[in-house]
């Protein structure tokens, strides 16, 4: 069993940046494909980020290529999504999940989640 815990989110004027850690425990960290997901309300989750074992292969969403970026340091069995020039529209509960999966963006191929950190964001 794996268990996520997120940190980092909070409110923040447009513009701004964010640093969101997500903290896990067992031992198998490094073996795992990392998301990052969001949920704004009304709406359904979506991927943001994901990041392989390495962190030689990262995607990015459209929405937030450019702005966010996604790292892991498997020795300290955390996985990061910085956030800059944040948007209104960046306003969601944010979930970090690791998937057993060589490589996966389906929110489905995704086996342990943590419980959300909320970030929003004014204009």
């Known amino acids: 069993q794996v268990q996520l815990v997120e940190s980092g989110g909070g409110l923040v004027q447009a513009g701004g940046s964010l640093r969101l850690s997500c903290a896990a425990s067992g031992r198998a960290f490094s073996t795992y494909t990392m998301g990052w997901f969001r949920q704004a309300p009304g709406l359904e989750r979506e991927i943001v980020a994901a990041?392989?074992?390495?962190?030689?292969?990262?995607y990015y969403a459209n929405s937030v290529k450019g702005r966010f970026f996604i790292s892991r340091d498997n020795a300290k069995n955390t996985a990061y999504l910085r956030m800059n020039s944040l948007k209104p529209e960046d306003t969601a509960v944010y979930f970090c999940?690791?998937?057993?999966?060589?490589?996966?963006?389906?929110?489905?191929?995704?086996?342990?989640w943590g419980q959300g950190t909320q970030v929003t964001v004014s204009s």
């Open positions: 999940a690791a998937s057993f999966a060589t490589w996966s963006l389906t929110l489905t191929n995704y086996n342990y």
């Open positions: 990041i392989d074992w390495s962190g030689g292969r990262t």
